[in-house]
């Protein structure tokens, strides 16, 4: 798509996003970082990655094998 545009209509797209992104509120990254950090710990225990899945609520797991005779 980037190929049929112009170099002028990248640049105006380009400048568009910037002018997105100026307007965003920037926070430190001290202080997000500790609160990301709080979060995911926060929510370690609910977390099916970390603790796993019950074998009877896997949705993925194989129902039933193949039998050849």
Do not use: H
């Not at 002028?8 to 100026?22: G, R, S, T």
């Not at 965003?24 to 979060?39: A, I």
């Amino acid at each position: 798509m980037a190929q049929d545009l112009t170099e002028k209509e990248l640049l105006k797209m380009e400048l568009d996003q910037l002018k997105k992104e100026v307007k965003n509120e920037r926070q430190m990254v001290s202080k997000t970082g500790k609160e990301l950090k709080e979060y995911i710990e926060s929510m370690a225990a609910e977390d099916p990655l970390l603790k796993g899945v019950p074998e009877d609520k896997n949705p993925f797991k194989e129902k039933g094998g193949c039998i050849i005779s």
